[in-house]
């Protein structure tokens, strides 16, 4: 019995790295499993897969007829697109539920902490299988990575107990600077196309039947983005155009703790009602899952 | 913090054990439960409690503005009415993904094994939780009432280990002879009007647009239903009379292994497809989970 392991679309660390250690794991317990990504892996993720000797990912392929695991997601909207066809074995998460349904029991290991290697953390844990040195690091980057070195209010005390355990497994001893130079990696988008970064982290959402689309682009400093903030207006107007409701992008600046909303939406006021405020920057918005998409979810509805 | 935390309608033993077994570990994890149920308990159920010394919960409020979490079902036909004006902590389960999703991240733990309380006994465990003895009495019997006392083959080691545990820890000496006591007093169906052991183990599923209902009684000899079985026919007809596009009682013998199917339906041809056979008698046929809703679903595709 084989399977196949993958994150959501537009993958970021925390998918990849999740996909491959899930499929570590499952292949600890007697089910050979294959790590995928739906994706070009971001180069926050290469420079943590190349730090510690992992190669990307190759592309997820057909899942039809397959024994599939998901990571990271359980909604359609980030699945596969022949899901239907796959048998679907698990689903390892730290997002709101989605609309993922089965026609056979399956296993599902989720808690609401900030980053799903922090629930692998506690898979290996529960069956007593020992975290290999390299994959215990790209899991540490991925904790790092998802709580915005534990800045981010999705932070929980699990993923910081995960990170002190895993840091002391990898050998890495100043896990602080690690994520440091990881977020300088990600900061790195001169260049870039604005299309590019808009989507590099980005999510469509169902809300009410309209199609909202999230965006988040998270540098060590808001000013690294001057050169590129016009393609990324544009960038988001374009994507609205494509048939959504509302396209919001968020530039989060981590040491500041806070982020920049670019939106563009149907609904004028939309922001307003979200946030509660016209202004752009917003103080102590770290986290499109806390402090984003409920609000705007409950403004949908 | 106080949480309420329910199983499905029609209750069976796993759905008010599990309740009551999880607002237990929530307590000690620093969320105060209180367990409730969606429905009179069923005398198994009655007799497993008397038994450890547990009154049955009280029948569920409203549960807007509660927080709330579900055992034994994932699926909104299963759940509260008002499901979607509480705040879903998690979810314990092991059937099938349903079609419940929420607005934040939750805690949900499944696994494809016979018994919710398989589950929780793994929750138990991952937090170093001691089960108190006579909650442990409670989950032992839940488990081999879900697992037909391992006949049904949802069974998996993990049930069987489980069992092992519970029954040295609840003092149990003979579990397989408590189990049939547990039958003996399931299977006392005389003078018991048809629709309500129609509806006492039994759930409507939605597929593809049609609302299609199974219910299962298991006793231990299927010469004891001989008295109520036209009863039993006419519960099923009135209750697809009632906008059901199918409805399917399964007569269960857990001694000779098979069940006798009662079935009512727009398709005439709907039992064939679903068994390959015209035959009422189903030998191996033992679980609505494994051996019936699957089949019944691919029918319906």
Redesign the interface.
């Known amino acids: 019995m084989s399977a196949i392991v993958v994150g959501h679309k537009n993958p970021d660390t925390d998918s990849i790295v999740s996909a491959i250690a899930v499929a570590d794991f499952m292949s600890k317990r007697g089910v050979t499993a294959v790590p995928y990504a739906q994706g070009k892996v971001p180069p926050e993720t290469a420079f943590v897969l190349e730090r510690f000797g992992f190669a990307a990912p190759a592309l997820l392929p057909s899942v039809a007829g397959q024994k599939l695991i998901l990571v990271d997601h359980s ?1 359609r909207g980030q699945a596969p697109e022949d899901l239907d066809k796959a048998e ?1 074995l698990g ?1 390892v ?21 900030g980053c799903t290697c922090t629930v692998i953390k ?1 898979m290996y ?2 069956y007593g299988i020992e975290i290999p040195r390299n994959i215990a690091g790209i899991m540490l980057c991925a904790i790092l990575s998802d709580t915005l070195i534990f800045k981010s209010p ?1 932070t929980t005390d699990e993923d910081r107990k995960a990170v002190q355990t895993l840091a002391r497994i990898a050998g890495v001893e100043d896990y602080a600077a690690l994520g440091m130079e990881m977020f300088v990696v990600k900061s790195a988008v001169a260049g870039v196309p604005g299309r590019e970064l808009l989507f590099r982290d980005y999510k469509d959402f169902e809300m009410n039947g309209k199609k909202v689309g999230v965006g988040q682009l998270e540098v060590v400093d808001l000013g690294l983005l001057d050169g590129v903030k016009d393609d990324l207006r544009k960038a988001v107007q374009e994507a609205k155009a494509e048939g959504r409701h509302t396209v919001m992008l968020l530039l989060t600046d981590i040491m500041k703790e806070g982020s920049e909303l670019l939106l563009c939406s149907d609904d004028a006021e939309l922001g307003k009602k979200v946030f509660t405020t016209a202004d752009t920057w917003l103080p102590g918005v770290m986290s499109r ?1 806390k402090d984003v ?2 609000k705007l ?2 403004a949908f509805k």
Chains 1, 2 share one sequence.
């Open positions: 909604d679907l689903i998460d730290h997002h709101k539920l989605g609309d993922i349904t089965t026609s056979s029991p399956l296993f599902f290991w989720a808690q609401p902490v506690g844990d529960f999705t899952k998409v409920p979810e409950a």
